[in-house]
């Protein structure tokens, strides 16, 4: 089988340790997490883990059977790509100077539809939501300039399917 992307979402209970076990899970078959974000679901008191692989589906397919295994964990999905509308944030600091004077770090902010969300003496700090490819090509165009620092989100994903969860979730929190 072909290796291709997939985004794991896993719906649990908010317990100390279950990151821990979820990526032992990915350890112990050398697949690397790509991407990792936890948050609060559209249930009270569950999270939602987003997962983001490159591996088979044979192997996302028994992954996600074991993660299914976990106690705290309610249900966990799997989806490619096409299957869900997903996004990514990324910040970059670069130093002030640049914004005045290089008319070019003006055009890459209005290019890449990203936007300026603090400017102090020494930096700005621009903000770019978007998919990873859009992101690394925005840093490919700021790299010859310098960037000063820089960090990436993990991962947001919705599916785009009709997802069932809701209703087990409610019975899950009525018990």
């Not at 089988?1 to 340790?17: D, H």
């Not at 936007?115 to 490919?140: P, W």
């Amino acid at each position: 089988m072909e290796k291709q992307w997939f985004t794991i979402s896993v719906y649990s209970e908010n317990n100390v340790g279950l990151l821990n076990r979820i990526s032992g899970i990915f350890l112990k078959r050398h697949i690397n997490i790509e991407s990792l974000n936890v948050s609060k679901s559209e249930i009270d008191e569950v999270s939602k883990f987003t997962i983001v692989v490159h591996t088979t589906e044979t192997w996302v397919h028994n992954i996600v059977g074991q993660i299914e295994k976990q106690i705290e964990v309610i249900k966990a999905f799997y989806h490619t790509d096409e299957e869900t509308i997903y996004q990514e944030s990324a910040l970059f600091k670069i130093a002030s100077n640049l914004l005045f004077d290089e008319r070019q770090i003006q055009n890459i902010i209005k290019d890449n539809n990203s936007q300026i969300v603090t400017v102090a003496r020494d930096f700005f700090v621009i903000a770019k939501s978007g998919r990873r490819n859009e992101i690394n090509e925005m840093y490919e165009q700021l790299k010859p300039f310098g960037i000063m620092q820089f960090v990436r989100s993990g991962r947001i994903s919705v599916s785009k399917e009709v997802m069932q969860i809701s209703t087990l979730l409610n019975e899950f929190q009525e018990q």
